[in-house]
């Protein structure tokens, strides 16, 4: 997928916000978070936290292969590629960056797909294809989506060619409903 990433600065004497664009190209993962830890102790985000009101922006265009040998450097989140002329992952601090994904690869894929499943529903179970009355179809339903599969928080948020992440500025207020624990030394 092509990617370009863009983070907005805002200046304080001015409260005008200027954009610019941090990387263009292609990559495998895209992510973002404030907190270190991606899920089962993997520290995927090594620089979330570092600064206050920031959050760490993760571009990673490793191979499987790369990734299976480099498990526990990826994992304690100590995996960098110093490879001249290509990257493993490219890592932002920022407190707002917007994105824009593109790609013609995943369209692609979206069309295959839609066209396999469509041969299969013209064949039927004995290998004999159906008669259509009507082989062009101009619904709107058939039209295949833009833009790529986007999660927040590991649900699934539809297909997005453009997001936004940012960190809010006001607290977050957490209720727990469990007894108080006491700690005592």
């Keep these: 997928q092509d990617v370009g990433s863009t983070t907005t600065t805002t200046t304080t004497k001015k409260k005008k916000k200027r954009q610019h664009l941090i990387y263009s190209g292609i990559t495998g993962i895209l992510a973002a978070s404030t907190t270190p830890f991606y899920g089962g102790g993997m ?104 833009g790529f599969p986007f999660q927040h928080s590991g649900e699934s948020m539809g297909i997005k060619e453009r997001f936004r992440v940012r960190v809010v500025k006001q607290p977050v207020k957490f209720i727990s409903l469990l007894k108080p624990r006491i700690v005592v030394d």
């Design 43 to 146: 520290r995927l985000f090594p620089y979330a936290r570092l600064f206050p009101n920031k959050l760490q922006l993760r571009i990673g265009r490793i191979s499987p292969l790369t990734g299976f040998l480099r498990i526990p450097a990826i994992f304690e989140g100590s995996y960098r590629d110093k490879s001249e002329g290509t990257f493993g992952c490219l890592d932002f601090v920022g407190d707002d960056f917007e994105v824009e994904v593109s790609s013609t690869r995943y369209e692609e894929y979206l069309k295959r797909k839609k066209e396999l499943k469509e041969s299969k529903k013209k064949t039927r179970w004995w290998g004999q294809t159906k008669r259509s009355q009507n082989n062009e179809t101009s619904d709107e339903s058939t039209k295949l989506p833009t």
